[in-house]
């Protein structure tokens, strides 16, 4: 029976997981589709789980805004998506519903990968937003023993997340001493780049553009970067392991994504 597989967001057409998961799967020889859904709102995605826990989906990626939804509607969670109040990872099985988080260990993956020289440990840090992608690189940033401060338009939502993760709420003053700062937003953060360290970093888990405003203006002013594509695909790795049942097979996703977006790989 063919597996079927997908990612549910809204907007959704933008998505790249259906390009990485299929070359995947052509390349592992696998009976399965792996594509885009787009429920309209809260009730189109229930409808969507609901198909899976029936037995006609093997398993979902989950993206704004339906995160948190997400793991409300599971039977059991992972303790990382537990922590982190959201799930971005829905598995199917015999009429039940499994979540788990795959961000935050994405993000580790593209900062290890794009920032090898960075050191975490006692570092001050920043998250820009609130939302379910926020959560997750909060958590995953303090399991690394960061000193996390999250810095959000509003403030109840970043004192929400701070209280429940154990972070700081902080003001656009931590940004002179943050060796990271992660921009979760789906919008283009204003911050003024002139008050950053030389050596900040920059990270941006948005990937379209590849080189978002955000990053761009930290390259104008010499700072190391990291993008979006490089945590999306550390994060799918996972995901198409507890889908498919199988390690993604070496093919050159990145490359293959590039291209998509219209970069040079």
Not at 57 to 66: C, D, E, I, K, Q
Request: glycine fraction near 10%.
């Amino acid at each position: 029976m063919r597996i079927q597989a997908g990612v549910a967001g809204q907007p959704i057409a933008h998505s790249l997981s259906p390009l990485l998961h299929n070359a995947w799967l052509a390349a592992a020889g696998l009976d399965a589709d792996y594509r885009a859904f787009g429920p309209a709102d809260a009730a189109g995605f229930r409808a969507l789980v609901a198909e899976g826990r029936a037995g006609r989906l093997r398993g979902l990626n989950v993206t704004a805004p339906f995160k948190e939804q997400a793991l409300t509607l599971a039977d059991e969670a992972s303790v990382t998506a537990q922590t982190c109040g959201s799930a971005n990872l829905l598995v199917f099985e015999a009429g039940r519903i499994r979540a788990d988080s795959t961000d935050g260990g994405g993000l580790m993956a593209a900062l290890a990968d794009q920032s090898p020289g960075l050191l975490l440990p006692d570092q001050p840090v920043v998250v820009l937003g609130a939302g379910g992608a926020a959560r997750a690189a909060v958590l995953a940033l303090k399991a690394a023993g960061a000193r996390v401060g999250v810095l959000n338009r509003t403030l109840a939502r970043a004192e929400g997340l701070a209280a429940q993760l154990g972070a700081k709420v902080v003001d656009a003053g931590a940004l002179d001493e943050a060796v990271l700062v992660v921009n979760a937003l789906a919008v283009p953060p204003d911050i003024d780049m002139s008050r950053l360290r030389p050596d900040t970093i920059l990270m941006d888990m948005t990937y379209r553009p590849l080189v978002t405003a955000f990053l761009a203006q930290g390259r104008d002013r010499g700072l190391t970067t990291v993008d979006g594509l490089a945590m999306l695909i550390a994060q799918a790795r996972p995901s198409f392991r507890a889908l498919f049942g199988v390690d993604p097979p070496p093919v050159d996703v990145r490359s293959l994504a590039l291209r998509e977006l219209g970069e040079t790989p």
